[in-house]
């Protein structure tokens, strides 16, 4: 006489329903470590590098045409007896000056920019299309207005036979906080603005300094 398998019980189905609820729970804690965060914070990182190099970019801009002639003058040009360009000295305190201008137009125009935010649903981070749109959502604070650092940087480069061109560039990188969900993290923004530009022709110089 066969035995029958008896039904499970209480305890049987309870145990599966737990084992199905672990599977679950392991398998979102998966998609948002492997495939959420590093979207979100990709994301963040592009939403944040646009919108403060564009900032930086106009703010210098818009300081280099207010105060046109602190930015005309950052080389000194001596010249032999003969006429001939004998050297190229930059102005440290022009140089200074300028750098400080810039950086304190860049720190102000970023300090007006508003905060913003995005939210994501987690399936549309999980990059399967059939979840697009669903499930609870990520929030995203991006804080644009942060820590401002700048110096300049000076280089000649020999363009051809006796021409040689000089030129000014002022380094930014800005510090700035980010909120994914509850927790900060901060973003590093860098950029390089042209700010001067000197080309001669004839010989190359025998002195050139560089402000270090």
Known sequence: MRRRNP?????????R????????????VYLVETEVKPRVEELAEY??????????????????????????ELYTLAYGPDGTLTAVQADAGA?????????????????ALPEREWRFPLGSLSGWTSLGGLGPEWTLQLQPHGYVEGWMEEDAEALAVNRTRYSVTLVLQ???????????????????????????????PAYYGAVS
């Open 7 to 15: 039904k499970p019980g209480p305890r049987r189905w309870v145990r």
């Open 174 to 204: 800005v510090t700035n906080n980010m909120v994914l969900d509850g927790k900060s993290s901060t973003a590093l923004v860098g950029t390089r603005i042209p700010v001067a530009s000197l080309l001669l022709n004839g010989e190359v």
């Open 17 to 28: 329903g737990l084992a199905l609820l672990l599977a679950a729970a392991g398998l979102y």
């Open 95 to 111: 140089l200074n000056a300028a750098r400080a201008a810039l950086v304190a137009a860049v720190q102000q125009a970023l300090a």
């Open 47 to 72: 939403e944040c590098r646009a919108i403060v190099v564009q900032a930086m970019n106009e703010a210098v801009s818009a300081e280099m045409q207010r105060t046109p002639e602190r930015y005309e």
